[in-house]
């Protein structure tokens, strides 16, 4: 029998969630960056087989919300709890709960009173970095916070017990025909996925304080009719002058290799050709600033 849904992954920042996306899916739907608050939106991934079809939703990492832009992706990631067959909850076993996973377990508990009794498996994954001897107090701290023994450890940076994860989120979907078309592996347009891969450079290849300040938008976006290739204008969008130069480099070396590996993973990803131009804005505030947020599509 078919089995096909949706699961909600939710978890604190930078615990592997769009990892576990991606790893699954087989395909980089949703980037990953070291720095926390990396997935800004409601993010559809879809692993297609001829036995299931597993829809997952990434959700942005739930955290204590600072900003207007923090407010909105914690909202983000509560939403896709309601409505979904399965809540997946992502969590760092290397690392006993904390007030983060407290938070997000009440989430989850307010998400369980409506009629529908949605079913909770956890996985614990960063089981690379677990120490031996904190393996059973750890296990049980998160069992116990979440009220559930559905568990499964995985490294996912190594794909290790991905294959059981999908076979225990797999026995608990619904029966069903697929949801969407077999060949179809995310929602996302294209342009902003453009966007998100621009950014992810942008986050792997700078250090220091940018990461939460920085946004990435397509401004244009132009398909040769006659040949192959895609002409693709994007901004990065920053709060600050000092953070401006760091994108830019020295003699403007650092937005080049932005750039460079950019449009490398956008052509792989349209098989066309891809002619890239990128421009670095600053607008101080933008996180706060409701109408910029709209302009980024965030809200
Ligand atoms: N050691 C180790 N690192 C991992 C594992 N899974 C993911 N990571 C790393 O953890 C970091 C965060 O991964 P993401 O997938 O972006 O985390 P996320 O939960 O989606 O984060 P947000 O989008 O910010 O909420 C990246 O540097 C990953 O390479 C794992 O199993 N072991
Ligand atoms: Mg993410």
Known sequence: MYRAGFVALIGKPNVGKSTLL??????????????????????????TTDRYQICFVDTPGVHEPHTTLGKILNETASQALFDTDLILVVC??????????ESIAAMVKNALK????????????????????????????????????????????????????VEMIVERLPEGDPIFPEDEVTDVPMRILAAELIREKALRLTRQEIPHALATVVDL???????????????????????????????GSMLKQIGTEARGEIEEMLGKRVFLELFVKVREDWRQNPRMLRDLEYS
């Open 92 to 101: 760092d076993v290397s690392k006993p709960p904390d007030k983060g996973d």
């Open 22 to 47: 991606n790893a699954i899916v087989g395909q980089k739907v949703s980037i990953v960056s070291d720095k926390p608050q990396t997935t800004r939106r409601r993010i559809l991934g879809i692993a």
């Open 221 to 251: 976006w132009e398909e040769e009719p006659t040949s192959d290739l895609v002409r693709i204008t994007a901004s990065i969008v920053v709060e600050r002058e000092g953070q401006k130069a760091i994108l830019i480099g020295k003699r």
């Open 114 to 165: 409506g009629p529908k009794a949605t079913p909770v498996l956890l996985c614990l994954n960063k089981m690379d970095l677990l120490k031996a001897h904190n393996v059973v107090a750890h296990v049980e701290a998160y069992t116990k916070l979440f009220g559930t023994d559905d568990q499964m450890m995985t490294t996912m940076t190594r794909q290790h017990n991905a294959d059981k994860l």
